[in-house]
């Protein structure tokens, strides 16, 4: 094997150590005990496999709320998800504002959003990285109606026997064709 030869083996397997090292490595920023989402959390979602879309149950605004050990006033994001709130900063406030069309926190609920880590992100000047709603909306996909889910069946027949039609139901969850036209034969048999 030539001298350039080992260089590459040699560079590779550096490479392969570093990166077997890294896989069992433990963020800096874990140390600093947070109640809210930050960089170090989204990391441990990206490892896990999550696509990083939550939706916000709602926002308060929060006075003498305690952040990274100071007492601030802020906009903080609650998740249906079991995950930490999110402390809003003036760009994912902004971010928000646009998503929802409204510049009032009561208005911001509901709204499925994509996060994901901003490294160029700054705070006081230094750039630290942080957490980043994306402006662009997500759609979350509706979920689908079939007879083996027999309380959200039971609900959307209830509906429809209500109603007469599907679309109050459609506005929430999918129903394929056949299913309806089951669903029908089942109000027309009571």
């Not at 077997?20 to 960089?39: C, I, P, Q, W």
């Not at 003036?90 to 009561?106: P, Q, W």
Request: net charge positive; with cysteine; proline share 2%.
């Amino acid at each position: 094997m030539d001298k350039s030869a080992r260089q590459v083996n040699r560079n590779f397997n550096q490479l392969k150590e570093a990166k077997a090292m890294s896989e069992n490595k433990t963020h800096y920023r874990k140390v600093f005990k947070s109640d809210h989402l930050g960089v170090a959390d989204l990391e441990d979602f990206k490892e896990a496999g999550s696509n990083l879309i939550f939706t916000i149950s709602h926002v308060k605004q929060e006075q003498g709320a305690k952040v990274a050990g100071k007492t601030i006033d802020a906009n903080i994001a609650y998740f249906n998800e079991k995950i930490k709130p999110l402390v809003l900063n003036a760009t994912n406030s902004k971010t928000m504002r646009t998503l929802t069309g409204s510049c009032f926190v009561e208005d911001w609920c509901n709204i499925p959003v994509m996060l994901y880590i901003d490294k160029t992100a700054a705070l006081k000047g230094q750039v630290v990285g942080g957490v980043r709603i994306s402006p662009n909306a997500v759609q979350k996909k509706k979920k689908e109606v079939t007879p083996t889910d027999s309380a959200m069946w039971a609900k959307v027949k209830a509906a429809y026997m209500r109603d007469g039609n599907f679309n109050s139901a459609l506005e929430k969850v999918e129903i394929s064709e056949a299913n309806m036209q089951l669903m029908m034969r089942e109000c027309n048999n009571v």
